[in-house]
């Protein structure tokens, strides 16, 4: 059984950092597709970033260079690092593990930034 657990969400004010952790359990790290979402009500669920084994992680246009997709598998641990945080950055993050065909989804955390 796949279980993912987010946390480490929270207020923080323009210009700074967090990070979120995502503890993933019942997975194949080394098959696994893992990564972040964010999604504000009404607003579509946006790919954040994405890292499997053997290639480079991916980002957003939009967080490029902004954040970092990291994991330690010895840990079982998908994290983000979210440095110069924008206003923009506000939204619910969920972290992904995609075993295909299946997807599998955390509880989500909130990121929430003051202006």
């Known amino acids: 059984q796949v279980q993912l657990v987010e946390s480490g969400g929270g207020l923080v004010q323009a210009g700074g950092s967090l990070r979120l952790s995502c503890t993933a359990s019942?997975?194949?790290?080394?098959?696994?597709?893992l990564g972040w979402y964010r999604q504000n009500p009404g607003k579509q669920r946006e790919l954040v970033a994405t890292i499997r084994s053997g290639r480079d992680p991916t980002y957003a246009d939009s967080v490029q260079g902004r954040f970092t997709i990291s994991k330690d598998t010895a840990k079982r641990t998908l994290f983000l690092q979210m440095n110069g945080l924008k206003h923009d950055d506000t939204a619910v993050y969920y972290c992904?593990?995609?075993?295909?065909?299946?997807?599998?989804w955390g509880q989500g955390t909130q990121v929430t930034v003051s202006s």
């Open positions: 992904y593990a995609r075993i295909s065909p299946e997807t599998y």
């Open positions: 019942g997975i194949i790290w080394s098959m696994t597709t």
